[in-house]
């Protein structure tokens, strides 16, 4: 009778620890979040911006703009009704805008998070513009990370690599929004995100990287440390549904060397507004603007 018993009980341990692998992998989306994600609406949010660059601090605005989407698994871009193999994702489009003396500075990163309990974005990408010139970078989630990267800069102009997954810096701004619970903590590898990696000109290499909430009375306040490179993110979000980003802080030497001085990015909330922006695009829209103390 005890050795049945026994076989019992480790038949439903077994059973206990597949049903929590499956549902460990799956996000539980509340109906609260489904209600504010899947209105028909995005959330844009406008930012104070003071950005380091070249040894300085640039006033300039940030732009964080969610939206929920259909996302064409086999061609990852967003998906057309008749797509077949498609998921919904969490779409950032976060946009920087700011002057280094006479000539201006334009960024753009995206990242793509699919909602199914996917482990890792499906996409990111992001573009860097100035008078200078520009540079794009772009990394595929395939069976590995297919990356690649076009530059102005001699010995950058084409690049092509894989990366084995590993946790991305970008995704962490989608995942803060979908389940605090996984987000990445304590110590692991980690991409920095694609801006960083093109404004210090740094190798696409896997990061020993810390992460760690330090929740205060008014945030939840995640943050992210580099060793190797000194750097450090601070992402301070509202407490309550839906968790949202009312500022950030990005510490990091000013030439990429450990022993440099440090000067620390800070972002701050102006303004938010939910729309369906991609309808908003007639002169007569143009007041939104001035919702989200754009100029």
């Not at 341990?13 to 994600?37: H, M, P, Q, V």
């Not at 995005?42 to 380091?52: F, G, K, N, P, R």
């Not at 992001?126 to 970078?137: D, L, R, T």
Request: proline share 3%; charged share 25%.
């Amino acid at each position: 009778m005890k050795r049945y018993l026994t076989l019992f009980a480790i038949s439903m341990l077994i059973i206990s620890c597949a049903d929590r692998e499956s549902y460990g992998n799956e996000f539980r989306l509340t109906e609260e979040f489904k209600d504010y994600w899947y209105s028909g609406k995005a959330e844009i949010t406008t930012y104070d911006l003071e950005q380091s660059r070249y040894g300085e601090l640039r006033k300039g605005t940030a732009t964080l703009i969610y939206v929920t989407e259909d996302f064409s698994v086999t061609e990852l871009v967003k998906s057309s009704d008749e797509t077949f193999n498609k998921v919904s994702i969490l779409k950032l489009n976060s946009t920087k805008n700011f002057n280094t003396g006479i000539y201006p500075y334009s960024i753009m990163q995206s990242s793509f998070f699919p909602l199914n309990g996917n482990e890792h974005a499906l996409k990111i990408s992001a573009s860097v513009q100035e008078w200078c010139g520009q540079v794009f970078m772009q990394l595929n989630n395939r069976d590995d990370f297919d990356i690649t990267s076009h530059s102005y800069f001699a010995g950058e102009a084409d690049q092509y690599l894989k990366l084995n997954p590993i946790h991305l810096e970008n995704e962490i701004w989608n995942l803060l929004r979908i389940d605090l619970d996984r987000v990445p903590v304590g110590t692991f590898k980690m991409l920095p995100s694609l801006e960083f990696i093109r404004l210090n000109h740094i190798p696409v290499n896997a990061l020993n990287a810390e992460g760690q909430f330090l929740t205060n009375e008014q945030f939840h306040v995640y943050q992210l440390y580099y060793p190797q490179l000194n750097r450090t993110i601070k992402i301070y979000l509202n407490k309550i549904h839906p968790f949202t980003i009312e500022k950030w802080e990005e510490s990091a030497p000013v030439d990429n060397s450990p022993n440099a001085e440090i000067l620390t990015t800070t972002a701050t909330k102006k303004a938010r507004l939910r729309t369906d922006y991609w309808n908003k695009n007639s002169n007569k829209d143009l007041h939104l603007r001035e919702k989200l103390e754009l100029d």
